[in-house]
């Protein structure tokens, strides 16, 4: 069990260093408060990430509020070695989910 652990971080590593396996790589997050994690996230055929996503910091003080979504989207970034970066947006304010 501790080899298979070993390779499951050792892909972990891999796509938070940028690399693409399996179709699959760790994109940075630039701006607003997701800032300097990193979203492993599936390519298409093309080998396009998705071209945004919503995200909520964590738990707040009071009722959640769904509005208060931030908005990150996609921008190619040729000096990253994913070539992408997830940059900050603003936030959502629609209530949809």
């Known amino acids: 069990m501790g080899d298979e652990n070993s390779e499951h971080l050792a892909l972990i590593r891999r796509w938070l260093a940028g690399e693409t396996v399996n179709n699959t790589v760790g994109i940075k997050i630039v701006g607003g408060p997701f800032h300097g994690r990193t979203k492993i996230v599936q390519l298409d055929q093309s080998g396009l990430p998705p071209t945004g996503f919503r995200g909520r910091p ?37 209530t949809d989910a």
């Open 58 to 94: 964590g738990r707040i003080s009071g009722p959640w509020n769904p509005a208060a979504k931030h908005i990150y989207l996609a921008v190619r970034a040729p000096d990253t070695t994913a070539h992408w970066t997830y940059e900050y947006a603003g936030i959502d304010t629609t």
